[in-house]
């Protein structure tokens, strides 16, 4: 059992849900992210989204955009981020999730790929872009190094689209909130809970909710159908707003602690 099936597996057992915050690597920087890993472990993180930054990050909205460019001016790539992560790992055991697109991770190589994010404590990977028609290759090599391949599902997932998931998906499921990009809203979609349903009906996975997560409030509303929500813009944007300042680490923890619902 993987270390993320480890993990929903006790929270199931003590009947509570989850909290999985995403950052990107390298943003502001390099120190600042390993630090932040073990901040927001400390902080309630059942899982952590650690993004690899992209130069054309299409499915993300414009906070995330600009972290991506941030972290790409500090030369931060696929290398440097698994080497943060392996740093990260000293202090903390929460699963670590590489969040990328597959043009960075297909230069850098799957198998090399594989190798060192095992080596360096990651636990496994979602990729934004790779279609599960295409992704038999890469999941098979995730699979000999015993990483979770992670898949993202949206509203308009058809129920065929949802087997062909399901089939190669490990760890948990990433349900989509909406159509369109990441970034905040004022209210989560109705759309969410029906897709959950959806993919109950179709795998035994966690189901963990993101896009548009920001508020302590709609955190609450995912867990009422779901086992766990994802916040990554809003964190994301926090960072932005203090990436000066001399207690930024602990501001975003505070804030990571204020969206989880008492």
Not at 112 to 130: F, H, N
Not at 154 to 160: I, L
Not at 204 to 214: R, T, Y
Request: hydrophobic share 45%; aromatic share 6%; net charge negative.
């Amino acid at each position: 059992m993987s270390r993320i099936a480890e993990t929903f597996a006790r929270q199931r057992e003590e009947n509570r849900r989850g909290f999985i915050p995403f950052i990107t690597a390298g943003d502001p920087t390099l120190d600042a992210t390993r630090e932040l890993i073990v901040e927001l472990a400390r902080a309630g993180a059942t899982v952590i989204e650690v993004g690899v930054p992209f130069s054309d990050p299409m499915a993300d909205g414009p906070v995330i955009q600009r972290a991506s460019e941030r972290a790409l001016k500090n030369g931060v790539g696929v290398a440097e981020v698994l080497a943060v992560v392996a740093d990260a790992r000293r202090k903390t055991d929460v699963p670590v999730v590489l969040f990328s697109y597959y043009n960075p991770l297909l230069q850098f190589g799957a198998e090399r790929l594989c190798t060192e994010a095992r080596r360096a404590g990651v636990d496994g990977m979602l990729v934004t872009d790779l279609a599960p028609e295409e992704s038999a290759e890469f999941a098979a090599t995730l699979a000999r190094h015993e990483l979770d391949l992670i898949f993202l599902v949206a509203p308009t997932s058809t129920d065929v689209r949802l087997a062909r998931i399901t089939e190669r998906a490990g760890g948990f499921i990433y349900a989509v909130s909406r159509a369109g990009v990441t970034g905040v809203q004022s209210e989560t979609s109705t759309e969410a809970e029906r897709l959950v349903k959806r993919v109950r009906a179709a795998s035994k996975l966690p189901v963990a909710v993101g896009f548009g997560i920001s508020t302590r409030e709609q955190v609450a509303d995912v867990w009422r159908y779901a086992d766990a929500a994802v916040v990554g813009s809003a964190i994301v944007a926090e960072i932005e707003k203090h990436a000066d300042a001399p207690d930024l680490v602990a501001r975003v923890g505070r804030f990571a602690r204020g969206l989880l619902p008492t």
